[in-house]
């Protein structure tokens, strides 16, 4: 698989307007240039490693998010079902385990 460029700057993106940052002050929080930040958004430019570390710290983003776009569709349906497990008991938990055991063994077969 190979990352799709602009998928990356538009979550960058998003993230950033999601908390309320500028280009300018994303830039100077990370400690690049808004010129970079504005890069990086269109997909013109690649962040480096530690770029992108900074980028996901800040802007709280899951680095899963940015490399397996395609398993954050479900995110608000796995987040209900963690939720509605925190008051299960021990046992329910062992029945809801063995059942999706059970249904991907025959997602295999």
């Known amino acids: ?26 830039a100077e929080i990370i400690n690049i240039t ?3 930040i504005k890069q990086l958004e269109s997909g013109s430019r690649k962040p480096s490693i530690d770029v992108l570390y900074k980028l ?16 954050t569709d479900c995110k608000e349906l796995i987040h209900k079902i ?8 021990e046992h329910e938990l062992q029945v809801l385990y063995a059942t999706l055991t059970a249904m991907k063994c025959n997602d295999i077969e």
């Open 34 to 36: 808004p010129v970079h």
């Open 56 to 71: 996901a710290k800040i802007l709280n983003m899951s680095i899963d998010e940015i490399f397996f776009p395609e398993k």
């Open 82 to 89: 963690q939720l509605g497990m925190n008051d299960c008991s």
């Open 1 to 26: 698989m190979q990352l799709e460029i602009k998928n990356l700057g538009a979550a960058i993106k998003h993230a950033r307007l999601e908390k309320n940052l500028t280009q300018e002050r994303l």
